[in-house]
Nanobody, 121 residues
């Protein structure tokens, strides 16, 4: 039983900032790669940013220079700092983590329920 819970979404004007948070809880042995996807209405789900255990990161070209991703391994948490937001950033943002539960032999890709980010023009 592993749960991911996102928070921090909301409504902001273009140029504003939001900070998303996601925390994994439950019967966890280890958490490996963590990150964020987003999905806008009528669009395919898009990978926004990922971060490895050691801190290596990767970003979608559309958010480079505006978004940063970080994690707190002690808290099994991942964060997405979003600056200079644009209307095209409007989407539901989903946290994911590759998690090994206690007693498990393999990683399982686990998802949160999503948090809405709306950027007004």
């Amino acid at each position: 039983q592993v749960q991911l819970v996102e928070s921090g979404g909301g409504l902001v004007q273009a140029g504003g900032s939001l900070r998303l948070s996601c925390t994994a809880s439950g019967s966890i042995s280890s958490v490996e790669t963590m990150g964020w996807y987003r999905q806008a209405p009528g669009k395919q789900r898009e990978l926004v940013a990922i971060i490895a255990v050691g801190g290596t990161t990767n970003f979608a070209d559309s958010v480079k220079g505006r978004f940063t991703i970080s994690r707190d391994n002690a808290k099994n948490s991942v964060y997405l700092q979003m600056n200079s937001l644009k209307p095209e950033d409007t989407a539901v943002y989903y946290c994911f983590a590759d998690v090994k539960g206690r007693g498990s032999l393999s990683l399982v890709n686990t998802w949160g329920k999503g948090t809405q980010v709306t950027v007004s023009s």
